[in-house]
Nanobody
Framework: VQLQASGGGLVQAGGSLRLSCAAS????????MGWHRQAPGKQRELVAR???????VYLDSVKGRFTGSRDNAKNTVYLQMNSLKPEDTGVYYC????????WGQGTLVTVSS
């Protein structure tokens, strides 16, 4: 199983980024996926969990700003991040939950004030 995350970068507060996570070796349509982030000096936290039925559950602090989605034909999940804040800065990881958790390599998001 390989998860390839991309789309991170440097953006000003209030800006937007779209993260992608392309999977191989696993069929995403059958499982739940997640986006986690780890800020400097902090523990990794779950930002959005995209269920196999398409429903996404969000961390309270990103509700209304982030949107998780999936394209089963492309075996890819996305995280659209709008109205970004400096506290959203961190390394974002995608994860696939199938008995065990498979992790992507992470993509850095930096939000400047």
């Amino acid at each position: 199983v390989q998860l390839q995350a991309s789309g991170g970068g440097l953006v000003q507060a209030g800006g937007s980024l779209r993260l992608s996570c392309a999977a191989s070796g696993i069929i995403l349509s059958q499982i739940s996926m997640g986006w986690h982030r780890q800020a400097p000096g902090k523990q990794r936290e779950l930002v959005a969990r995209i269920r196999s039925d398409g429903i996404t559950v969000y961390l309270d602090s990103v509700k209304g700003r982030f949107t998780g989605s999936r394209d089963n034909a492309k075996n890819t999940v996305y995280l659209q991040m709008n109205s970004l804040k400096p506290e959203d800065t961190g390394v974002y990881y995608c994860a696939a939950y199938k008995g065990v958790t498979y992790w992507g390599q992470g993509t850095l998001v930096t939000v400047s004030s």
